[in-house]
């Protein structure tokens, strides 16, 4: 079993829908990131978490350390929001990233 | 956030030559690492480079296959020797500002074809 597992695998939606991607982890973290890829291959990162809510724009991460588990939603979807999106857990002092196999979502408008 | 910028973005290589990869960061960074991603794979750390000394690799790579400099704090090279079609992958940096529970900024990728 992977250390961090993400689903669904493949997410197929309409331009407006609110989409949800789970991640859920069985070690002890330090913080949670996703991130996204586009189809070029290059990563940005969404969010760093360790506890609670963040938002930026029109995407919302949350995250429960006593379930460890990890959502990330986006709200209003654009065809724009079409890309791979991984769950990465780092754990304690160590700033190495330990990543899900990732989320392709793609919105058609 | 950092702004990273590699080169080159692509290339398309032959079988037993080597490939350079350079990493440039617009600002001085702690932490430079340099990550394979495989065809529908997901991300794979190579090593930590390390400025002024040799690079901390993981499992299963090897310096005289990877070796990487890091001459300061804002740039590092990557090349990958010897290539064979099992290396084409997409090659990217990403830097962070401290060791643990820091956010990693990664670069835009090379994608790498090895004929």
């Known amino acids: 079993k992977n250390e961090v597992e993400q689903s669904p695998q493949n997410l197929t939606a309409q331009e407006g829908e609110f989409i949800t991607i789970n991640c859920s982890y069985s070690v002890g973290i330090s913080a949670l990131h996703w991130l996204q890829q586009h189809p070029g291959g290059g990563i940005v990162s969404l969010f760093m978490?360790?506890?609670g809510k963040k938002k930026h724009g029109r995407l919302i991460a949350t995250i429960n350390i006593q379930e460890k588990h990890s959502s990330l939603h986006i709200t209003a979807s654009h065809p724009r929001d079409s890309a791979v999106y991984i769950c990465a857990v780092t754990r304690g002092s160590n700033y190495k990233l330990t990543f899900g196999k990732g989320t392709l979502l793609t919105v058609n408008p | 956030s950092a702004v990273i910028s590699q080169k080159p973005s692509r290339d398309i290589c032959q079988r037993g030559t080597s490939l350079t990869i350079q990493c440039q960061v617009d600002s001085q960074v702690t932490m430079m690492f340099w990550y394979r991603q495989q065809p529908g794979q997901s991300l794979t750390l190579i090593a930590t480079a390390n400025q002024g000394s040799e690079a901390t690799y993981e499992s299963g790579f090897v310096i005289d296959k990877f070796p990487i400099s890091r001459p300061n704090l804002t740039f590092s090279t990557l090349t990958v020797s010897n290539m064979s079609p099992e290396d084409s992958s997409i090659y990217l940096c990403?830097?962070?500002?401290?060791?643990?529970?820091?956010?990693?900024?990664f670069g835009p990728g090379t994608r790498l074809t090895v004929l």
């Open positions: 990403s830097v962070a500002q401290q060791r643990g529970g820091s956010e990693q900024f």
């Open positions: 978490l360790s506890s």
